[in-house]
T-cell receptor, first 112, second 112 residues
Framework: QQPVQSPQAVILREGEDAVINCSSS?????VHWYRQKHGEAPVFLMI?????EQKGHEKISASFNEKKQQSSLYLTASQLSYSGTYFC?????????????FGKGTLLTVNP | DAGVIQSPRHEVTEMGQEVTLRCKPI?????LFWYRQTMMRGLELLIY????????DSGMPEDRFSAKMPNASFSTLKIQPSEPRDSAVYFC??????????FGDGTRLSIL
């Protein structure tokens, strides 16, 4: 089941904050976040595991709400370099079947 | 270190022709994934391998698509015969179990 991302698109001015949500109708084992710039390959940002802590790196962080089967990606004090499409990939179960299902993405545009 | 290498980067061919996409994963990675990306459907998992063995091919659209991994350093995705609706960007990714997936630069396929 494909996770649902919201919003589909967001436009910011440099320095503003944004939140991107990823929701699943099924119980999740982990959530992976990737960013893809136009014409390039997706690049890994972070993984959140069931029962794990909120993760973050500088001004980009994420959380995983197991009760709601939802993950949120937080971008604070956005920079021009944050522009791109953000994808969440969800894993339903642990074990050797390491398979991600990606949402349709959220297009983030940061303007000067 | 070399990343995931895909070839060709671009392929334009006529409907009905056989298309072969190639992928060299990162050395040491035991998972290999083939994805297709379109505007309408987003990033879809077609098939993935673990230790060169196909684990889940439920995403392969139809019998015209086939994938092989004859050894740990090479995989192919074939489409025969190709159709215009197969036009998309095809990504190969590799990883260790439950670790970030590293994507290749993709093959942009156009079927005329």
């Amino acid at each position: 089941q494909q996770p649902v991302q919201s919003p589909q698109a967001v436009i910011l001015r440099e320095g503003e904050d944004a939140v991107i949500n990823c929701s699943s109708s099924k119980a999740l084992y982990s959530v992976h976040w990737y960013r893809q710039k136009h014409g390039e390959a997706p690049v890994f940002l972070m993984i959140l595991l069931k029962g794990g802590e909120q993760k973050g790196h500088e001004k980009i962080s994420a959380s995983f709400n197991e009760k709601k089967q939802q993950s949120s990606l937080y971008l604070t004090a956005s920079q021009l370099s944050y522009s791109g499409t953000y994808f969440c990939g969800t894993e339903l179960s642990g074990g050797s079947n390491y398979k991600l299902t990606f949402g349709k993405g959220t297009l983030l545009t940061v303007n000067p | 270190d070399a990343g995931v290498i895909q070839s060709p980067r671009h392929e334009v061919t006529e409907m009905g022709q056989e298309v072969t996409l190639r992928c060299k994963p990162i050395s040491g990675h035991d998972y290999l994934f083939w994805y297709r990306q379109t505007m309408m459907r987003g990033l879809e998992l077609l098939i993935y391998f673990n230790n060169n063995v196909p684990i889940d091919d439920s995403g392969m659209p139809e019998d015209r698509f086939s994938a092989k991994m004859p050894n740990a350093s090479f995989s192919t995705l074939k489409i025969q015969p190709s159709e215009p609706r197969d036009s998309a960007v095809y990504f190969c990714a590799s990883s260790l179990y439950a670790q970030p997936q590293h994507f290749g630069d993709g093959t942009r396929l156009s079927i005329l």
